[in-house]
């Protein structure tokens, strides 16, 4: 086992005893283990945070948008912007330059996420200064002070909640958030349909499931992060 600060914690190694908790007595082993308050940090409320009954009705929304099916009709977003990765970096090849690839992966991986999950075309290859690839590394850096912050949060949920820490800085959720809100009206507004994660869950939300703005926020940026 190991410690998380004064809590001891249980970490099972034998496979039939992970089969156990993660399947056989499922019902009993759902929780993550993470501080989550909607209120303070809206965008925690993911299905990576969520715990109970909360947790089991956003998968039952989610569970059918991951099929294989609706993956694959997201792959020409994917495809297009690989073809513009090919265009970046062919001046180089034939120049036979080195470059920098971990940036270059990152603003790729940032391009496919923001456009499946968000429905933004942000051509942020060679633009290491755009707005979406600082938020998305602001978002995954934090500093000393909310690394502490949000040690404590796990050590003392309650004290968390009082002074109303979370894990998403200010800023990153007010871009976030902004982003969110801007295309589900430009959209709605509008009547555009795209093969993309955003859309399904916009069909969610219009659904007779229904779901809320923020849980609709909170699963796009969580899909973005986790890109």
Not at 202 to 223: D, T, W, Y
Request: charged letters at 25%; aromatic letters at 12%.
């Amino acid at each position: 086992g190991i410690y998380s600060l004064t809590t001891p914690v249980i970490v099972p190694t034998d496979p039939e005893l992970i089969k156990d908790i993660y399947v056989r007595s499922f019902e009993s082993f759902h929780d993550h283990g993470l501080p989550f308050n909607e209120k303070n940090d809206p965008l925690s409320g993911h299905l990576f945070s969520l715990n109970g009954q909360a947790w089991k009705d956003l998968r039952a929304k989610l569970s059918p948008t991951f099929t294989s099916g609706k993956m694959k009709m997201m792959f020409p977003i994917v495809s297009e912007t690989a073809d513009r990765m090919i265009d970046y970096l062919m001046p180089y090849a034939e120049r036979q330059e080195p470059h920098e690839m971990k940036e270059v992966y990152s603003s790729f991986t940032t391009e496919v996420i923001a456009n499946v999950a968000f429905g933004l075309d942000i051509k942020c290859l060679g633009h290491s200064d755009s707005e979406f690839r600082k938020m998305g590394k602001r978002a995954i850096e934090p500093t000393g002070l909310e690394n502490l912050k949000i040690m404590s949060m796990f050590a003392f949920p309650k004290l968390g909640d009082l002074f109303k820490f979370s894990f998403t800085p200010k800023e990153v959720e007010k871009f976030f958030m902004g982003t969110v809100k801007d295309t589900l009206n430009y959209r709605e507004k509008n009547n555009i349909q795209r093969n993309d994660f955003f859309q399904l869950l916009m069909n969610i939300k219009n659904s007779e499931v229904g779901m809320s703005f923020n849980e609709l926020a909170a699963n796009s940026f969580v899909f973005f992060i986790a890109g």
